[in-house]
């Protein structure tokens, strides 16, 4: 997959392309209904299937200082639309001057002149252009008097309701992965390097791997049993595990981490990418009266957490 950002010197073997428009935070089955229909028509056109979403994500262009909502981060979504079969990847710069131009001025100096897209597919909840002024009904007018054709997708509907971003960050919020793996399609996973710690695991005989989630959504805090891609190096492969998302009352700290213990390993991860995988919530933080009965309540963890994996 190439990733193409900028719409305005494109080279000619990158444009003319089918694409699915929008953020597709999470790639859940919405969006990937979005991309099949891109690929139903990329291959009646014999074109390309391309992605086009925006970075930074157009809420955190608008409201700078509000709280981290991302499911995924830039690298974790392209790495899912890479997995998708996605031949390019219109990663555009949302700024000032792209979120100033009209419904119009975006259709044609964006898609039609600038990538040269054959075919466009959006969600019938689409908007576009300065102050959201464009939708779905008026790219497909533009797309008849400017050359390229469009596709609305209707909503994917799942169990409760329209699978959505929003619906995604409250079931993972309300502590209920498996919903959100429903409407995703995938376990929600929390992707990044393993960087270091105070150490204070290896020393309960818990050794854990300690990743940021710095500008991510936090689903609720607490223990969980997880899924462990270990994604290189001489480890590579799948493991299980169990992992704590939160703060770490016991010893005083107040920013979130997630430090996950991997069943039956041995070795150095210090550097190495992990993609954890959220399966199932078993218990919120807690505070211990010492350091017996956390490590007591670890075992039970381990044990509870084992039993679910065995059991996928």
């Known amino acids: 997959m190439r990733i193409i950002r900028d719409h305005?010197?494109?080279a000619s073997n990158d444009k003319g392309a089918s694409v699915a428009i929008g953020n597709f935070d999470g790639v859940h089955l919405g969006h990937q209904a979005v991309i099949g229909l891109a690929r139903d028509a990329a291959t009646a056109l014999n074109a390309?299937?391309?992605?086009?979403?925006?970075?930074?994500?157009?809420?955190?262009?608008?409201?700078?200082?509000?709280?981290?909502?991302?499911?995924?981060?830039?690298?974790?979504?392209?790495?899912?639309?890479?997995?998708?079969?996605?031949?390019?990847?219109?990663?555009?710069?949302?700024?000032?001057?792209?979120?100033?131009?009209?419904?119009?001025?975006?259709?044609?100096?964006?898609?039609?002149?600038?990538?040269?897209?054959?075919?466009?597919?959006?969600?019938d909840d689409f908007h576009f252009g300065k102050g959201r002024s464009g939708n779905a009904n008026d790219l497909a007018?533009?797309?008849?008097?400017?050359?390229?054709g469009v596709t609305i997708s209707q909503m994917v509907q799942g169990s409760q309701g329209r699978v959505s971003s929003t619906a995604i960050r409250q079931a993972l919020a309300d502590g209920n992965p498996r919903h959100a793996a429903e409407m995703l399609g995938h376990w929600h996973r929390i992707d990044g390097p393993v960087i270091s710690g105070e150490q204070r695991g290896?020393?309960?005989?818990?050794?854990?791997?300690?990743?940021?989630?710095?500008?991510?959504?936090?689903?609720?805090?607490?223990?969980?049993?997880?899924?462990?891609q270990v994604k290189?190096?001489?480890?590579?492969?799948?493991?299980?595990?169990?992992?704590?998302?939160?703060?770490?009352?016991?010893?005083?700290?107040?920013?979130?981490?997630?430090?996950?213990?991997?069943?039956d390993f041995k070795g150095d991860l210090y550097g190495t990418h992990l993609s954890i995988g959220l399966v199932d919530?078993?218990?919120?933080?807690?505070?211990?009266?010492?350091?017996?009965?956390?490590i007591t309540q670890m075992d039970a963890d381990s044990a509870q957490a084992r039993a679910i994996l065995a059991a996928l």
């Open 232 to 263: 290189e190096g001489p480890h590579k492969g799948n493991y299980h595990g169990v992992a704590s998302l939160g703060v770490r009352p016991m010893f005083g700290e107040n920013k979130p981490n997630l430090e996950t213990f991997i069943f």
């Open 281 to 294: 919530y078993l218990r919120p933080e807690l505070k211990f009266d010492g350091l017996d009965a956390l």
């Open 8 to 10: 305005q010197f494109v």
């Open 202 to 228: 290896r020393e309960l005989g818990y050794p854990t791997a300690n990743m940021s989630v710095d500008g991510l959504h936090l689903p609720k805090l607490g223990v969980y049993a997880v899924l462990v």
């Open 141 to 148: 007018r533009f797309g008849e008097q400017m050359g390229f």
């Open 48 to 123: 390309p299937l391309g992605v086009m979403t925006f970075e930074p994500h157009p809420r955190q262009v608008f409201a700078p200082d509000g709280p981290p909502f991302r499911l995924m981060s830039a690298e974790s979504r392209a790495n899912r639309l890479d997995k998708l079969g996605v031949d390019l990847l219109y990663e555009l710069p949302f700024n000032r001057v792209l979120a100033a131009l009209d419904a119009e001025a975006f259709a044609r100096e964006v898609i039609a002149e600038g990538l040269g897209l054959r075919h466009v597919v959006v969600g």
